[in-house]
Structures are given as C-alpha cells and as structure tokens.
C-alpha cells in the first residue's frame, strides 16, 4: 500500500511542473494568484490542436480544486466560449464524466490530465470541425 500524499503538497508537484513547462505540449497551467495558500483557484491554457476549427486559437480555462482535491476531481471552467460536447453552453462548465482521459476520476489523475483530455477532446473527429463562437468571446 502506498502512503496517501497530502493535499498541499501534491498541489505544490503541480505547480512546479506547471511553472518549469514540463506538461504536455500545447497546455499549461498555474496559480490564479501566488498569494493563495490554499492553492484552490488556477489557470489553464489549452492551444488549440492542429488540423482542426480551433487550430491557431488560445482557450483560457479556470480550475478550482476543492477541500477533497485530489481524491474529488477539480471544478473546471472554460473562460474563452467554445462549441464542444461536454462543456455548458451558458457557463463554460467542463463535465469532466464527457470525457474518457478523466471520466472515472481517481486521486493519481491531474490538472494536466483534464487539460490534455480536453485538448483530445477538441481534436476528435466529431468535434474537429464544429461550429465555434468568434475569437475573443468569454462566458
């Protein structure tokens, strides 16, 4: 059995991989504000995925993760409106169950991991060429 890592400090293994860019290739992620001892609101950014509607676009998103993070999955919010199954149309909420990366979340999961989920998301082939919101609009 492995020792359970405590909330703050696997918040702070993300942060760090966050602030270096060691994350995947078209997402990032960091502190909405460094003054945030709880660690509970951040960032994120998806680049758009090649050969797709939303090539050459930036999505901003916000993540907040909860008292229970990482055994409940963070709440995630795209800030820039986009056209994708799995995201509210009204609030930009992610329902993260829509996507298979994250669907059944457990503790050993990541802010990275839903960022990626929903960069594959947005590069499926049923979603690649929906329809998209004109640059620039938020929720």
């Not at 696997?10 to 997402?27: M, Q, T």
């Not at 460094?34 to 609101?41: A, C, G, I, L, W």
């Not at 994120?44 to 229970?68: A, F, M």
């Not at 986009?82 to 993260?96: A, F, R």
Request: charged share 25%.
């Amino acid at each position: 059995m492995t020792a359970k890592v405590p909330r703050n400090f696997r918040l702070l293994e993300e942060l760090e991989k966050g602030e270096k860019g060691l994350g995947a290739d078209g997402c990032s992620y960091g502190l909405t504000d460094s003054d945030d001892v709880m660690m509970s609101k951040w960032n994120g950014t998806i680049l758009g995925p090649p050969h797709s509607v939303h090539e050459n676009r930036i999505y901003s998103l916000e993540i907040y993760c909860g008292d229970n993070y990482p055994d409940s999955p963070p709440q995630v919010r795209f800030i820039s409106k986009i056209n994708l199954p799995g995201v509210n149309g009204t609030d930009g909420k992610v329902d993260l169950s829509k996507l298979p990366r994250v669907a059944n979340w457990n503790r050993d999961y990541t802010m990275e991991r839903i960022l990626v989920g929903l960069r594959e998301h947005m590069a499926h082939p049923s979603h690649r060429k929906l329809p998209q919101p004109a640059e620039g609009q938020t929720f």
